[in-house]
């Protein structure tokens, strides 16, 4: 009987569960075309039972209970929720979710359907901007997530300039930087600095909040960048700012703290192994043995104290980021307000970087034909900088070749000079240069733009927008007494205010003729005038190193100036596609500019594109695989006039005195035919999709060919002038770039998308007046090499008899010398990319974001200081040694690349040309996990109790992790920086450049 009413008692509870296992099945189809979708997810919401379709679109599913209700979704198709209502047979249609091939992209004059784009553009969006900070500049944000785009940060220093290239360098001389539009106003984005012979350039782009950024569109190609004519040669970055929206204020605020250190530092020897190594090598020149140990120290005394710099000048920085944002409006007005305080302190004694800003957008629509509206930025950023890349007084370079054996503070607390121990190369300090050197730069800005739009019929929009950016940039820079440098105390104090401001009006015809026919008619004039006034002031013998401003030094000398230069444009453009199949766009601009000569000041810059969209044709209907094909042609010719003001002009120098006297004296040869740069671009592109849009694949093949470089060309010298404002040479950049996008799994709330981009250019030099010319010390311009080509004697190894550097003796003459140098490789990369991979599972999200780059080569001229064998200075060791200098040449028959220890040098006649060798050329290739964010939606029945809307917080990591052969801090790196040519032609050079920083952050964003 016990068993009896067990088995029942069994069953009763049992039966529940039994009645719960429903089988329901049926077949997924595409509503649009019939077509069964194999891999679609079918989930009974609210658990864990799922289950994908087969390859003829069915599926089979035990639920666990009648009323459950069934989710389908599949990438490329619109979700659907379906009631099972106690069927068994449940067949779906899914709608096909157009959103991404209609999403509409932001491009020069207007926005455009993505459908209906023929250039090649690309455009990131704020949800992949916030995946990646941007730190001080919203360009970082941009390295590794864009095809065709370089992007290099030459330093760790807070606020440093960010090099970009889009499709490769374009010029010599004038600038190769891309056209920065914020919200259709073009930027001023140059560096204005007058302290930047011997420090990082200010970056102008740091002024702007990343925070208010909602979306970031590249132009590549002429077609795309052909409506800005003459600024558009080196393509065009459009920056669409965060506007208001109909309904209920938002409000959002967000805070994140982040520590950073130096990545990786290179290895350097201590105190014993450095007495070690210098008592080599003078056993080597017959000095005997440990011939330093009375002036160093016994390397065997356990009391012996290493002294290492790098703990002194580096340090961990703190960064504090505040953001708060106000968004809201209706019918008739809507607008966003937005504040920012970020302030970083660098790895470097010495750095930071400091904004506050605020921005406000208003709309307003007057009457159903009449908007207006405003858009106002205003910041201030302060710089704080030191002497470091390209001088021999930079804190890295001096802190590399520190005395091991030799305190930086003394006991007293005092700065110890190095001259007072041993090594030639240390010329000051380094706690010193970082502690007492001020470098500081303070900008105040301004940038505002006032707007009309007018409706004059419905298919015709007339818009005018005036704008005006104002910038006051004020330096300081201080050399304290008492260094090596100066033993008076020399300042700057420097100015520099600009006013820039733009009128552009446009007219707009849209119209869909009959049914297929779809016209867009763009006409529009531009103007644009800037004008600068600047003034510099030094002064020496100041009164004590605490006091530094300009007007307590004893003597002081100054110079002021002004500069000005003016466009007028012309613009037209016709887009027409039939069908939304046949695309076809035309594009001209007509330019005049104060920068070029009296008979060359216009310029026209014409470009047509076509577009074929061939998955709308019958003959691909009904695809299984491909859903979305398109194929894309442009050419086009876009100007550069991104050169001096006056270049063209005869100009007069107004401080050339004479017998005492003021007088005038004439600096530059007048060039009336001085003209515009011209870059003829083709472009042939593809844009596809696999599996109902799950992956989407863009591709482009592009010729770029500049012209009529602006150059200093030669001239004889009984002009009394060495050369000429000129057109002259050629310069080409081929090459491919790929973009995937890939929505690799989506199973009920867990997903998994993948972005994918590989660019690869070719940069050659096709004609130069000068063929070979030496550009700098290490670098050459040589026709069929690329720009930035390094100029260096080749390095052969080391006698394995004699222990001796080896060098090429290119001319046979039996002597190693310049003319032995040659072409060894290019600072410029070849290809470069990064791969994105982003999963989430309800509220959490993971993100990582690889980089890499490769194809060019480093001149790490640092090793020079701190892996060198002897020294200029007979009888003195050079500096302290890379830890890799202990595998040096000890004996007859040994291999290695490391000569013998010498204080005279290897190879005595030889020893000055080891600096200028491929001894220290390394690869430029590495792979970094540029950024992982791990964040988490708190629960939304979670924060509504507290009155809140959403709240997410995260943690973060940048430049985690360099996979590289490079020697030196870090392989992005470039020392020239302090001009346009030198970013040009002297990429790959790395002398004392501070290293990339590793970044770790943890924040919180609230919204209510």
Known sequence: MNKFFTAIVLMLISLPQLQAQVSVSGQVISAEDGVALPGVNVVQKGSTVATVTDVDGNYSIKLTQEDAVLTFSFIGMENQEVEVLGRSVVDVELQSDTKQLDEVLVVGYGVQKRTDVTSSVQQVDSDLLENVPASYSFENALQGQTAGVNISSSSATPGAAINMNIRGVTSISASSQPLFVIDGVPLVSRNNSALNSNIQPVNPLADINSNDIESITVLKDAAAASVYGSRGANGVILITTKRGAVGKTKFNVGYYTGVSEISNVPELMNAKQWIEFLNVAAENDGLGENYWNSRLGDPNDPNLKTYNAYDEIFRTGITHNADVSIQGGNEKTKFYLSGNYYNQEGIQVGTAFERMSGRLNIDHSVNSKLGVGTNVMVSRTNHA???????????????????????????????????????????????????????????????????????????????????????????????????????????????????????????????????????????????????????????????????????????????????????????????????????????????????????????????????????????????DVLNYLKFRASYGIIGNAEISNFGWRGVYNLESPYNGAGGIAPSTLENPNLGWEQTTQLNIGTDFQLFDGRIGVTGDYFEKTTEDLLFNADVPGTTGFANIPSNFGSIKNTGFEISVNANLLSLGDFKWDMNANFSHIKNEVVEIQNDGQIVSRNFILQEGESLSQLHLIKFLGVDPLTGDAVFEDVNSDGVINSDDKQAVGSGIPTMFGGWTNSFSYKGLSLSVLFQYVGGNKIFNQSRHAYENYGSLQSGLPYGNQSIESLDYWKEPGDITRIPRPSLAGPNESNAQWQRFSTQYLEDGDFVRLKNVKLSYNLPSDWVSKVGLETVNIYLQGRNLYTWTQYKGFDPEVSTNTSSQEDLNTLQGEDFGTLGQARTYSIGVNIGF
């Open 385 to 623: 900088r030191t002497i470091n890349e390209n001088d021999e007084y930079g804190v890295v370079i001096n802190a590399q070749a520190w005395d091991p054996t030799a305190p930086l503070k003394n006991d007293e607390g005092n700065y110890t000079n190095p001259f007072s121990y041993y090594g030639w190369w240390a010329l000051e300090n380094p706690l010193f240069i970082a502690e007492q050197y001020r470098n500081d730069a303070i900008t105040d800005r301004v940038l505002g733009t006032a707007f009309l739009t007018y409706d004059i019929f419905d298919d015709l929009t007339f818009k005018t927008t005036w704008s005006a950016d104002m910038s006051g940039l004020t330096e300081e820079s201080f050399t304290p007494a008492g260094g090596n440098e100066t033993d008076i105390g020399e300042g700057i104090f420097a100015t520099y205010d600009e006013l820039t401001w733009v009128g552009e009006s446009t007219l707009t015809y849209n119209k869909t003729l009959g049914l297929k026919h779809n016209v867009s008619v763009l006409a529009g004039y531009s103007i644009q005038e800037s004008r600068a006034l600047f003034s510099e002031t030094l002064g020496t013998n100041f009164p004590s190193n605490n006091v530094y401003k300009i007007s307590t030094a004893a003597t002081t000398t100054g110079s002021s100036g002004e500069t000005s230069y003016g466009f007028q444009s012309f613009i037209g453009r016709l887009n027409y596609n039939f069908a939304s199949k046949y695309l076809v766009s035309l594009s001209i601009r007509t330019d005049a500019s104060s920068r070029f000569g009296t008979n060359n000041q216009y310029g026209t810059f014409p470009s047509a594109s076509l577009g074929w969209v061939v998955s709308e044709e019958s003959f691909l209907s009904g695809q």
